[in-house]
């Protein structure tokens, strides 16, 4: 997953990678605020997003990220929370 636990991002590259799950269907991915409140969830086809325009980090921030994989039998795998922050 990236960005990986701890890392320091500039605002406006915030760009999110993680590894295929063998089958998945899609991914959904959630990035919170410190305090857990949803910036922004979305549903991903790939392995890779950014954030949508209209949807920005703020800096000297804590966020935190995570992907929960939809396999075909209706079951999910969920990534741990990952925390990072923002500068500019």
Do not use: M
């Amino acid at each position: 997953l990236f960005p990986e636990e701890g890392s320091i991002i500039q605002v406006g590259e915030a760009e999110f990678h993680w590894s295929d799950v063998p089958r998945s269907l899609f991914y959904e991915i959630s990035v919170t605020t410190a305090d857990g409140d949803l910036l922004w969830g979305g549903r991903v086809e790939g392995v890779s997003t950014r954030l949508p325009d209209g949807v920005s980090l703020s800096a000297g921030q804590e966020y935190f990220v995570w992907i929960r994989a939809y396999l075909p039998e209706g079951k999910t795998v969920k990534s741990k929370a990952v925390g990072f922050r923002t500068e500019d």
